[in-house]
């Protein structure tokens, strides 16, 4: 069985501050992909970036760092000099082998406030 | 290109009447999802089409939903008869294959159900 816990739920930062949103996953398969999602108040899920159990190398992407570490079965996102536009819940999630089914975590909700 | 496209938006609808939630794939994407978002139960896949195929049904909840993909542009999601604890927000996605590839979704269907 598969699981994504996000043992966050909300946060608040000020605007400006870095942000770490966490992402713990469980699988027993050795090829999984992770993936982070956004959802803001208008209601839409907005990817943001997919990762293959191959692939331990973080990525960057403006703002927006993704750190995947094996070892302790972690995609943690972390924000740079948060915005208010970045307010939004963010979901992480977890597909396995050649399933195509997304098992998502419960959310974490991020208020930046100005 | 278009993104996933669900209607309607909004739905309102009385216990024990018929809904019909539709969406239409973005074009080429082999792949669709039905999803359904609660503040119980966060995100679940209810069921999944490859190539117009149900592949898996193991998410949808009880006899009272059914799914159909009669062709590669357009899907439905049915309940009969709708109950209270069905509303929620149903997501549409599409996937260009499946495996671990990124999932783009609707901006959702808002039923409740009275």
């Known amino acids: 069985a598969q699981k994504v816990t996000q043992a966050q739920t909300e946060i608040s930062v000020v605007e400006k501050e870095d942000v770490t949103l966490d992402c713990v996953y469980e699988?027993?398969?050795?090829?999984?992909?992770l993936f982070w999602y956004k959802q803001p108040p208008s209601g839409e899920l907005v990817f943001l970036i997919r990762?293959?159990?191959?692939?331990?190398q973080n990525e960057i992407s403006g703002r927006y760092s993704w750190n995947f570490q094996k070892s302790t079965s972690s995609f943690n996102f972390t924000i740079t000099a948060s915005q208010v536009v970045d307010s939004a819940v963010y979901f992480c999630a977890l597909s396995t082998g050649a399933n195509s089914k997304l098992t998502f975590g419960k959310g974490i909700t991020l208020s930046v406030r100005p | 290109d278009a993104g996933v496209i669900q209607s309607p938006r909004h739905e309102v609808t009385e216990m024990g009447q018929e809904v019909t939630l539709r969406c239409k794939p973005i074009?080429?994407?082999?792949?669709l999802f039905w999803y359904r978002q609660t503040m119980m139960r966060g995100l679940e896949l209810l069921i999944y089409?490859?190539?117009?195929?149900?592949?898996?049904d193991s998410g949808m909840p009880e006899d009272r939903f059914s799914a159909k993909m009669p062709n590669a542009s357009f899907s439905t999601l049915k309940i009969q008869p709708s109950e209270p604890r069905d509303s929620a927000v149903y997501f549409c996605?599409?996937?260009?294959?499946?495996?671990?590839?990124?999932?783009?979704f609707g901006p959702g269907t808002r039923l409740t159900v009275l």
């Open positions: 074009s080429g994407h082999d792949y």
């Open positions: 996605a599409s996937s260009l294959t499946g495996g671990g590839n990124e999932q783009f």
């Open positions: 089409f490859n190539n117009n195929v149900p592949i898996d």
């Open positions: 990762r293959n159990s191959f692939d331990e």
């Open positions: 699988t027993r398969d050795t090829t999984y992909y």
